[in-house]
């Protein structure tokens, strides 16, 4: 399987982080979970890459995998690799994990309120992160605290760093949570849903920051989403998510005006047009699968409208259809042509 | 009256009755547990021990000096005894008798049917003072949370001053003040163990009360007795009975913690009465001290492991 | 958060005077008044009844209305003249002062030796969840909180001191509190009164730290990449000791305190315990009376306390 490469010259700076074939399993008492079922994507340098899909379909577990964040007596990685920086993540030991952990990727989640502990201050929260990776005094830390809520453009950074996150409003707890998240200077953010908890003009601020991230310290960014229109706003590419597969990679502005796999076509379909007189809301008809019993051979042949019988036996590989677009899907041939 | 009494009980009874499958859902639950199980087992066990004992053993108050101090069957222990002829001390080897099987104590008081005596006191005391203590909670936990405002205020607070009393410390002071029969022991437990309870509930009867069917049941006309008998007492049942399986064994230490200090009823032989005998001969007759302790022990074991079970089977969230 | 303590210590103000008025109702709707009591014993002296009848009534105007009685009471107490005990022939405070040391000696003990031993298990028993070593820790706990105290203070005195001769089988006040000999001979006691506590705190730690290890900001601890040691021991523990804050200190009003007059009684440590339990047999109600007040009031002073310590630990209440 080859993953899709953008053409672009502007993002030539190469693959920071490739996972392949990553799947994560819950070994439960009622069942084997299979969250993340084969997942595959590359993250180049300087790009922002949005990882797409409906809630369950196993992404925010993906964005756990990376750095083992998940609860592990239950959980596991049993196959798959993800290389960073020559060493695969996936199997290496759990100390070279934490090293790597805060300082290279980072990572911010959806709820600011819940992600924080209630118990200390904004301040010694940022201060500790600084202190576990890089050997400076704790007033050096300080002023890099501070100076990070600053460029968070939050208001009054002194008397930030001594609030408790109880006492910020929602969009400066989501802020300061992405200033700690940079404490380290990291060239990897992973960002889990930022924007699903929070009011519109939050959202707003808080993909403008991204934004910056990206173009003023060229970091690259997986952008967790299930919201199509954030995906326009900031991914350079998009990987759709389902049933813990990724079943479609391409640019963001190739897979919105191209999508190749049904269940793409469908989720753009979902979205409303202002412009047509629409009497019923459309959507994809069935539900999604539970991860306990995921159907066998394509996990979306019992929703798919062109579903053929191959699609019920053989699980479809992810190729490549074109430079810069791959589907895993029947349809499709490795011509890119339909079959 | 009575009408209402019978609606009552089989408003409480009946969910379990009536929803069959819910009543299967917590049993299949419980029977998962089984140190609960084994819980249960030794709890009917000892009702059996304590109902019909009686009849088939000795009489635990006679005593009788010749057969003094013997051991259980099985055992033996050695004695010794001064010869005044000889001016020496002989050593005796004196062995249980199947006739005692549990040995006697300084008295000569047959040890099997003190500890018989014993279990039958503390389940009527421990079962007694218990639907006295949950009764009262119960009532004053719903009645307070349903009225809320100064009531429920006042209410709280006079329950906040009865918790500041350290409970043993309480009970001791008023079975001083009022006399140690078994009739004041029951009553002065029941009516100072209330407030757990009345807290745990009235917390429960709180979160039960701002929801639809009370308001339902109000809007079409139920006076204030009805809504919290016919729809919020029914509704914390399962709290109930799990609060009041777990309170029994407190109530049953209590109860021997009182006869062990010598505040017991001293017409009745309870398990804390042989502990305070036992307690000065502990080098001549250790059995005396051990038995009823051990008794007490498996006791409120089964209790703490049959109440547990109880309240896993009745927690939604709870795996099993 | 100044208001709060005020408020608080107002209610405190207002739950002691509660406490003292129920004790005056208990005393004086009671089958013996006091004057009956000191007379069972001056008769008993050989003293001319009637004579001691009108001193006592006098003193305590036992001849005026009842409210005047209540107003003497409460300005006795008030005054610390809280009578005499004619068992030991002094004040009653004199008494409480040279006694209360001992008491409080073992229960600093026990419930040191409980929170270290009983949180750190609890804490061990989380973070290895559903291994042998939380199972063991599960059900010695069970077992620990089901043992009677008083019966395991009887067989730990039969086991090390009658049998094994490690320990003495009584206390003996010759050595200074500070004293090696001192510690040693409180092991026994310690334990016996400790293990009750221990086994509630490890299985209260236990779910506290599970609560909190399922909370969203471990995961952050983690991403962070802070080393699995703090982020146990420093971001879980700092969240789950507050609810274990409110529920040890509660412990030591409701049990600790009950559990301390039964092991002092068991082990002949003269403290307040064995005080009032001399008291009672000897008919002495002001001693009796006085040191449940002690007990009481130091409760009352342990809730006040742990309020106003919750509040400083738990920011979200600190700053509203």
């Given at each position: 399987m080859k993953v899709a490469y953008l053409s672009d010259d502007r993002m030539t700076g190469g693959t920071v982080l490739e996972v392949k074939n990553l799947k994560t399993w819950f070994f439960t008492h009622?069942?084997?979970?299979?969250?993340?079922?084969?997942?595959?994507?590359?993250?180049?340098?300087?790009?922002?890459?949005?990882?797409?899909?409906?809630?369950?379909?196993?992404?925010s577990v993906t964005a756990l995998s990376i750095l083992r964040l998940f609860?592990?007596?239950?959980?596991k990685i049993v196959e798959g690799e993800i290389s960073y920086s020559g060493a695969d993540l996936a199997k290496c030991p759990v100390e070279d994990l934490r090293k790597i952990r805060g300082k290279d990727i980072a990572m911010v989640f959806q709820n600011a309120q819940s992600a924080l502990n209630p118990v200390f201050t904004i301040g010694d929260q940022i201060v500790e992160q600084i202190k576990t990776h890089m050997d400076v005094s704790k007033d050096a830390a300080l002023q890099k605290a501070r100076s990070l809520l600053s460029e968070m453009s939050i208001p009054q950074a002194d008397r930030a760093l001594k609030m408790y996150p109880h006492q910020m409003s929602g969009g400066m707890k989501q802020r300061a949570m992405i200033a700690m998240?940079?404490?380290?200077?990291?060239?990897?953010?992973?960002?889990?849903?930022?924007?699903?908890?929070?009011?519109?003009?939050?959202?707003?601020?808080?993909?403008?920051?991204?934004?910056?991230?990206?173009?003023?310290?060229?970091?690259?960014?997986?952008?967790?989403?299930?919201?199509?229109?954030?995906?326009?706003?900031?991914g350079d590419r998009a990987a759709v998510v389902y049933a813990g597969k990724v079943v479609e990679v391409a640019p963001v502005a190739d897979i919105l005006r191209n999508p190749a796999h049904p269940y793409t076509i469908g989720l753009i379909g979902c979205l409303p047009d202002i412009s047509t007189e629409l009497k019923r809301l459309p959507s994809i008809p069935g539900?999604?699968?539970?991860?306990?019993?995921?159907?066998?051979g394509c996990a979306f042949h019992p929703r798919c409208p062109k579903v053929m019988d191959v699609c019920r036996k053989v699980e479809p590989e992810l190729l490549n259809i074109s430079d810069v677009q791959a589907v895993a899907c029947h349809l499709y041939d490795s011509q890119g042509s339909t079959k | 009256m009575n009408k209402g009494l019978a609606l009552f009980l089989k408003k409480i009874t009946g969910p379990f009755y009536i929803n069959r499958r819910l009543a299967k859902y917590y049993l299949d639950r419980l029977k998962k547990n089984k140190l609960s199980l084994a819980g249960l087992g030794f709890i009917v066990l000892l009702a059996l021990v304590g109902i019909f004992g009686p009849l088939f053993v000795k009489d635990p108050q006679k005593s009788d000096f010749n057969i003094n101090n013997l051991p259980p069957l099985g055992f033996s222990i050695q004695e010794s005894v001064y010869d005044i002829k000889t001016?020496?001390?002989?050593?005796?080897?004196?062995?249980?008798?199947?006739?005692?099987?549990?040995?006697?104590?300084?008295?000569?008081?047959?040890?099997?049917?003190?500890?018989?005596?014993?279990?039958?006191?503390?389940?009527?005391?421990?079962?007694?003072?218990?639907?006295?203590?949950?009764?009262?909670?119960?009532f004053i936990g719903v009645l307070s949370a349903y009225l809320g405002g100064w009531a429920d205020n006042v209410m709280m607070r006079f329950t906040d001053v009865m918790m500041t009393f350290p409970f043993f410390l309480l009970l001791v002071l008023i079975v001083f003040i009022f006399g140690p029969s078994l009739a004041i022991i029951v009553l002065v437990i029941g009516l100072t163990g209330w407030t757990g309870a009345a807290r745990l509930i009235r917390s429960e009867a709180l979160s039960l009360r701002t929801r639809d069917f009370v308001t339902a049941s109000k809007a079409l006309g139920a006076s204030d007795a009805r809504v919290m008998f016919m729809h919020l007492i029914p509704n914390v049942i399962s709290l109930v009975i799990v609060m009041a399986t777990l309170s029994i064994p407190g109530v049953i230490m209590a109860e021997a913690a009182l006869s062990f200090i010598g505040l017991g009823d001293p017409m009745s032989t309870s398990w804390g009465t042989i502990l305070n005998a036992g307690q000065h001969s502990l080098d001549t007759a250790w059995w005396v001290a051990v038995e009823p302790g051990i008794m007490l022990f498996f006791t409120v074991l089964a209790f703490n492991f049959f109440g547990d079970g109880l309240r896993d089977a009745f927690d939604p969230k709870a795996d099993i | 958060m100044r208001s709060y303590i005020i408020k608080r210590l107002i209610y405190?103000?207002?739950?002691?005077?509660?406490?003292?008025?129920?004790?005056?109702?208990?005393?004086?709707?009671?089958?013996?008044?006091?004057?009956?009591?000191?007379?069972?014993?001056?008769?008993?002296?050989?003293?001319?009844?009637?004579?001691?009848?009108?001193?006592?009534?006098?003193?305590?105007?036992?001849?005026?209305p009842i409210i005047e009685q209540y107003f003497i009471y409460m300005g006795n107490l008030l005054q610390g003249k809280w009578g005499w005990s004619f068992s030991a022939s002094m004040p009653v405070m004199e008494l409480i002062g040279s006694?209360?040391?001992?008491?409080?000696?073992?229960?600093?003990?026990?419930?040191?030796?409980?929170?270290?031993?009983?949180?750190?298990?609890?804490?061990?028993?989380?973070?290895?969840?559903?291994?042998?070593?939380?199972?063991?820790?599960?059900?010695?706990?069970?077992?620990?909180?089901?043992?009677?105290?008083?019966?395991?203070?009887?067989?730990?005195?039969?086991?090390?001191?009658?049998?094994?001769?490690?320990?003495?089988?009584?206390y003996d006040t010759r050595f200074p509190i500070w004293s090696l000999e001192n510690l040693k001979q409180l092991i026994l006691p310690v334990i016996t009164l400790g293990t009750g506590e221990l086994a509630g705190y490890v299985r209260y730690t236990r779910s506290a730290m599970l609560d909190n290890l399922r909370k969203e900001f471990v995961t952050t601890a983690r991403a962070k990449g802070l080393p699995e040691r703090i982020v146990i021991g420093k971001h879980v523990f700092r969240n789950a000791i507050l609810p274990l804050v409110t529920i040890i200190m509660f412990d030591l009003g409701s049990i600790v305190f009950g559990g301390a007059y039964l092991t002092e009684i068991v082990f002949g440590i003269p403290g307040l315990g064995q005080v009032s339990f001399n008291a009672i047999f000897a008919n002495d109600y002001a001693v009796v009376v006085a040191v449940t007040l002690i007990g009481t009031f130091l409760v009352l002073f342990i809730n006040l306390a742990t309020d106003v310590f919750y509040t400083y630990l738990d920011p979200r209440i600190r700053y509203e």
């Open positions: 009622r069942g084997i979970v299979k969250a993340v079922n084969g997942v595959d994507f590359a993250l180049n340098k300087g790009e922002c890459l949005c990882l797409v899909g409906e809630s369950g379909c196993g992404k609860d592990s007596p239950p959980g998240s940079l404490s380290c200077d990291p060239g990897i953010l992973i960002a889990d849903e930022p924007t699903t908890a929070v009011d519109v003009t939050i959202r707003a601020q808080i993909m403008h920051i991204l934004g910056e991230l990206k173009t003023n310290r060229k970091m690259s960014i997986i952008f967790i989403t299930h919201d199509l229109s954030l995906v326009r706003e900031i539900s999604t699968p539970n991860p306990i019993d995921i159907p066998t | 001016d020496t001390f002989t050593t005796k080897v004196i062995a249980g008798r199947p006739d005692h099987p549990l040995g006697t104590d300084s008295k000569g008081r047959d040890m099997l049917a003190m500890l018989v005596s014993g279990a039958r006191i503390s389940l009527f005391v421990g079962l007694l003072a218990t639907g006295i203590a949950i009764f009262l909670g119960t | 405190s103000v207002i739950i002691a005077w509660a406490i003292l008025t129920i004790t005056f109702i208990l005393l004086r709707v009671g089958p013996t008044s006091p004057v009956d009591r000191y007379i069972l014993n001056i008769a008993a002296k050989g003293q001319d009844v009637e004579s001691v009848k009108q001193a006592i009534e006098a003193r305590y105007g036992l001849d005026k006694h209360w040391i001992y008491s409080f000696q073992l229960i600093l003990l026990a419930t040191i030796f409980a929170i270290v031993l009983g949180v750190g298990t609890g804490m061990l028993s989380a973070v290895k969840r559903n291994t042998k070593f939380d199972y063991a820790a599960s059900f010695l706990s069970f077992i620990g909180i089901s043992i009677p105290g008083f019966w395991l203070g009887l067989m730990l005195i039969l086991v090390f001191a009658v049998y094994l001769g490690v320990f003495k089988t009584y």
